[in-house]
Structures are given as structure tokens and as C-alpha cells.
């Protein structure tokens, strides 16, 4: 089966693309990244504060089961053109991964069919090469916490 | 033989990875590789080279000729690399039509 989420991260560049697309109309789309409370569902994080709107500004937080911060993250939406583009940074708090510019496009395909186009620029290739390989190493946290989780409540 | 370069620095040449998409559809023997580029014969073999030393060609000797065709599995493990990457995102966005397709506007 073809992949619906293709990444494209060239050797030696400073820069990704993720592309997908959406058995979704382009309004759904754009709506389910541009609301709050649609994006916590997705995201699997909490929003905090998400301005979409042009000079706006974002803020998520996740936690684990112990009320522990495990993941914050903040950034300035640069441009805001519904349905079609929205610019914006994207930083990690206190982890040394520097600040992203992403820039996702979105595209209607057909009227019931949507695609989104996430340019991702990191501070060096070195940078988004750590990046990229975070998730080997959060999927073993998250095993850990959840681990921690179910050890908890035999408790 | 010893492989001292890595796999990532030989895909981020174009002409190394034009290279490998045509002996990933046939085995091919140096100069057959050489006639499809307008570089020097030289300037290929080096390219070839610098593929077969990662490991991402396999090499079969038939009569005086060397053929050199793919090797997949060296491939795999760039594809390994941003797989947890890509897998991340596909999660999310599954969940994102999942959402979606169940979503009601409010009045």
C-alpha cells in the first residue's frame, strides 16, 4: 500500500518536506489546524493559547500521568491566509533544537479530497537531522512513562 | 572491503542517485552506466566507485565483464532513518481524518 504521509528530507540539507493528503474537503482541513480544540485531538497535546490569525501566537504543553511537563513548545504565526497558507516558528522550549520556520500550504484536490504541504527549515542540517531522529527516542520515554503508568496502579 | 564512507553522503549526490535508479531496473556493466551521462567516463567511475564502497551496488563478474546492479537492503536502512519521523506524522494526520470525518459544526 502507498504511504499517505510521505517526508522527503534531503542528505545535507537544512530542510524537510512532509506532504499528505487528506480524504478531507480543504475547509475541514484547514479548520481542523486552526482550532484549538480540534488540534489538541490530533496533536495529542494540550493547546494553550492558539491565535490563527496573522501576528498570532501559539503555545502547547503536554503532560504525563504524574502531572510532570514532558513537552512544551511555543511560535508566531507570520502569515495567515485561510484555506490556503499559514506561516509560522515553531520552538521547543528547553531542548536545544533551535527554532523552525514552517511553512504549510494547503490545496484542494477535489471537492471530498484536501492536501497539505509542510516546508520545515531548521537552523542547520545538523539540527534537523537531531530532529528527525527524536521520535527513536521519545517512542522509548513514552513506552517508559506508559510502563510507569500501569506499574503505578498496581500500586 | 572496508566501507569508509556512509550511505547518506553517497545518496546526496544527483548524479550518483541518477546512477542508482538505473541499475535498480537492470544490472549494468560500467560503460552502459557511463553512455547515459554526458560526463566524462572517469567522473562515473568514480561515482560508481564511491556506490559500491557503501555497499548500496552489488557486483557480478560475467566472463571480462563486471555487471553492477542495486542492492536494496543497503537502501532500507535510509529509508529506516526517517521512518519513525514519517510514521510520527502519519499517526497524527490519520487522526486528524478520523476527527474530521466525525465532525459536526456547531450551531
Redesign the interface.
Known amino acids: 500500500m502507498e504511504?499517505?504521509?510521505?517526508?522527503s528530507?534531503?542528505?545535507?540539507k537544512q530542510d524537510l518536506v512532509?506532504t499528505?493528503e487528506?480524504?478531507?474537503p480543504l475547509a475541514?482541513?484547514f479548520?481542523?489546524c486552526t482550532e484549538a480544540d480540534?488540534v489538541e485531538?490530533?496533536?495529542?497535546t494540550k493547546v494553550l493559547k492558539l491565535e490563527s490569525k496573522k501576528h498570532g501566537s501559539y503555545q502547547l504543553e503536554t503532560k504525563d500521568g504524574n502531572g510532570n511537563v514532558v513537552f512544551k513548545a511555543n511560535g508566531v504565526i507570520h502569515e495567515f491566509i485561510p484555506d490556503r497558507k499559514i506561516t509560522r516558528t515553531f520552538e521547543m522550549e528547553n531542548a536545544p533544537f533551535g527554532v523552525q520556520l514552517e511553512l504549510y500550504e494547503f490545496e484542494r484536490l477535489t471537492d471530498n479530497t484536501s492536501k497539505?504541504n509542510m516546508h520545515v527549515i531548521y537552523e542547520s542540517g545538523a539540527l534537523r537531522d537531531q530532529?528527525?531522529?527524536?521520535?527513536?527516542a521519545?517512542?522509548i520515554n513514552w513506552a517508559h512513562n506508559r510502563l510507569q503508568d500501569v506499574v503505578s496502579k498496581l500500586k | 572491503m572496508e566501507t569508509r564512507r556512509d550511505v547518506f553522503q553517497a545518496i546526496a549526490d544527483p548524479t550518483r542517485r541518477a546512477i542508482l535508479s538505473l541499475v535498480a531496473l537492470q544490472a549494468m556493466t560500467p560503460g552502459a552506466i557511463a553512455e547515459n551521462f554526458d560526463s566524462k567516463r572517469q567522473t562515473i567511475s568514480k561515482h560508481i566507485q564511491i556506490l559500491n564502497e557503501c555497499n548500496l551496488l552489488i557486483q557480478k563478474q560475467s566472463g571480462r565483464e563486471i555487471y553492477y546492479q542495486f542492492n536494496p537492503k543497503k537502501m532500507k536502512e535510509v529509508a529506516a532513518f526517517i521512518e519513525p519521523f514519517r510514521k510520527m506524522w502519519d499517526d497524527r494526520f490519520n487522526e486528524l481524518e478520523t476527527v474530521m470525518k466525525k465532525y459536526k459544526p456547531k450551531q
Open positions: 504511504q499517505k504521509t510521505k517526508v528530507a534531503e542528505d545535507g512532509i499528505r487528506f480524504d478531507l475541514l482541513l479548520k481542523a480540534i485531538q490530533w496533536m495529542g497539505l530532529v528527525l531522529q527524536l521520535p527513536f521519545q517512542g
